[in-house]
């Protein structure tokens, strides 16, 4: 079983829609989640970095922790067509899921 | 430009042959690391500097890769023998220091022939 399990997509939605994103891990000693945007040819770009369980909110992005499950969540209201990039989830900063593309269309 | 600079951007080599990629930093970032990543997957976790030491290296797949950062700012992934297994983009990333988000560059891209 991989230590990060992420859906590659691709994930297709309309422009306004709310996407949700999901990664499931298996080490329950994982405290430190992070969200990363990444566009083609790009670095990726830190979003949301959360510790232990809970919500955290920015701007349109929610990320969500639920340790019991060993399950996160980020949430983009009102997507827009900029939004289209892949979206990497990482456990304590050094292990990351394979990313799940997005596409947001006018 | 304050962000992490990765050189060369691409680089394409023979199987067989030495490469070096470079990374500087963001200033004052004491914590560096270095990734690999092929195409349609995440970012592999291959070494990480606290200052001048390697902190952990657990990463680095075999004895032909190296990295050393003599003065704790500039960072080199030395890759000797190469193959074309080794072809994949090579993203580096520094922090304030270990526990704090990690900031990326764009990679090399690195193509071994």
């Known amino acids: 079983q991989k230590e990060v399990e992420q859906d590659p997509g691709p994930l297709s939605v309309p422009e306004g829609a709310i996407v949700s994103l999901n990664c499931t891990y298996s080490n329950s000693a994982f405290q430190y989640f992070m969200w990363y945007r990444q566009y083609s040819r790009k670095g990726p770009e830190l979003l949301m970095y959360t510790y232990s369980s809970g919500n955290k909110e920015d701007g349109r992005f929610t990320a969500q922790v639920d340790k019991s499950s060993k399950y996160i969540s980020l949430f983009i209201r009102d997507s827009q067509p900029s939004d289209s990039a892949t979206y990497l989830c990482a456990m304590e900063g050094l292990i990351f899921g394979t990313g799940t593309r997005l596409q947001v269309f006018p | 430009g304050a962000g992490v600079s990765q050189t060369p951007s691409n680089k394409v080599t023979e199987k067989g042959k030495y490469v070096e990629l470079r990374c500087d930093p963001i200033?004052?970032?004491?914590?560096l690391y270095w990734y690999r990543q092929s195409l349609g997957q995440g970012p592999e976790f291959l070494i990480y500097?606290?200052?001048?030491?390697?902190?952990?290296d657990s990463g680095l797949p075999n004895d032909r890769f190296f990295a050393v950062r003599p003065e704790g700012s500039v960072s080199t992934l030395k890759i000797q023998r190469t193959e074309r297994g080794d072809s994949a983009v090579y993203l580096c990333?520094?922090?304030?220091?270990?526990?704090?988000?990690?900031?990326f560059g764009d990679g090399t891209r690195l193509s071994i022939l």
């Open positions: 200033s004052g970032h004491t914590a």
């Open positions: 500097f606290q200052g001048t030491g390697a902190a952990d």
């Open positions: 990333a520094s922090s304030a220091d270990g526990n704090q988000p990690q900031h």
